[in-house]
């Protein structure tokens, strides 16, 4: 990767989303010294259909800034309705005005194909918002979300083995998601990163599909 200061967005819709997706990614980029931005699309909390409380708003705040604190990160949250986080003028503009106000080069986001709507939706305001940016870098979804019957297409590696404890750690600070899925959740980000990792002979990786690459990363 090019050695100038880069300013990196890091685009989910809800909160942890980023950490799994490419947490270690930005750590190794907050590392180099690039300002790094975690921007969450949806509100921190949310219920389940019969109104069940899953993660409290102050849960929900809390998690986020400490995971972001433990990457080395600057979180930003939009509050926009979680399970209805849209694709409009209103989500495009206010992504917009992040990249304009941190001058962001490079972007990562959900991957396009992801069935989740939010994770849908957001990608496609980030592609509008972000027509002018020369790195998009859509990371790889993990189950529950994502399953599609289109493949993920794997075709640029980060490896992650230096920062791969920071992204655990930063991950593990959503406590209340750890808790509804369980220590199998963590073993299987592992898992993914260890089988990326040993497709590239590093000990973790993470991977992306690629909307746009300058090729100065």
Known sequence: MSSKKKNILAVGAHADDVEIGCGGTIACHVKRGDNVIILVLAESSYTDYKGKILRSVQEGISEEENAAKVLGAKVINLGFTNKNVPYSQESIEAINKVID?????????????????DHMRTTQSVFSAGRYIKNILMYEPEYPAGRSFLGFWNQYYVDITSTFDIKMNALKCHESQVKKYGTQFIEAVEAKARHRGYEIGAKYAECFEVLRLLGDM
């Open 101 to 117: 106000e941190y001058n962001i080069d490079t972007i990562y986001t959900h991957w396009h194909n992801d069935t989740h709507q």
